[in-house]
């Protein structure tokens, strides 16, 4: 069914369907909108989140509308996953629909009990958001956390998930922003040298809030988004779907709610028919939240690739293709970017390096 369902989006990528008769092979579901962080950069700084969680209800439609056909779900949003009180459930409930599942962390709530709860779960990828490798860069991005603390947390981490073999995807991440791009180095020497460490990652800001003025040019929509026949579509706690993680942070209508609509009738709503109508005729710069955004756009090639294997396959080889992109200096058109920064002294503003251990 899967393999059948991501030929079906294929065939409807490749040919600019508007009518997609499957389903997105990955969702992000925001399964609490809860933080105990603020961050200049995260759209809650923007947009006011209760306090509030996903419904079993909610949760459990969606990850049976999507069992057959979804294969990842990334359980994350505008909330820290780990202060939502079922998330251990949810990741249990996706591996018994055969939906593999990940998490990204700010680190504060990964004490030793949480290390061991996780170790001993069916996640399969978890993301450590580690935004500096100075105390003052960390604490400016990260308000509220302590740098000390959420190192070690990590460290700990890491250190278990090696000591007891655990087949997890460990990935340590910083979001390069005005105050941390001259910490990159130092970021990768350290974290690469941690045992348990899977990739160590360095990526662009994409969000508005720290450069308003950014977004895609009209040259930029020569391909259309890939998000919106393959995924990942975001589902909010509310049960709200939109087309992609970008268009509620950028000010986008939902096009449906799964407590209410079903998945292939929110995959195909009107609004979702008229972008894919508008990214196929090469006009997605008419689309307001599309000419805001500041999501890399792949080559049809990647894309295509993404679909002809299974989702665990394509998380595992997205390292290797960025670092063929930006690193071994491939051209251009196989990943567009989103405008970047100034340059500062040549760096890079896209790393990701292998530990030696998944080397």
Known sequence: MRIWNRAKLLGAYLSGQERVNALPVE???????????YCPMCPRETHKQ?????TGEIFERLVEEAGQTGEHMMLIGLGEPFLDPKIYERIEFCERHQVYTLLSTNGTLLDAEATERILGSTLEHLTLSFDGSTK???????KGAKFERVRDNFLHFCKRKHETKAKIQVVVQMVRMEKNWNEVDDFMRFWSAVPGVDQVRVKADETNLMRPEAGHAAADWAHPCHYLWRGAMYVKHNGDVYPCCQSYMLDGKPMGNIGRETLPEIFNAPEMRRMRRLHTQGKAGEIDICARCCTTIPHPLLVAGSLLFHGRTVRKLLPLVERLVYLTKLPGRWL???????????????QIRGTRESR
Do not use: H, W
């Open 27 to 37: 969702y992000i579901v925001e399964t609490t909108a809860k933080c105990n962080l």
């Open 50 to 54: 209760p306090k509030e969680d996903m």
């Open 136 to 142: 003052e860069s960390f604490e400016f991005y990260r």
């Open 336 to 350: 567009k970017p989103q405008a970047p920064l100034p340059p500062k002294n040549g760096d890079e503003l896209v």
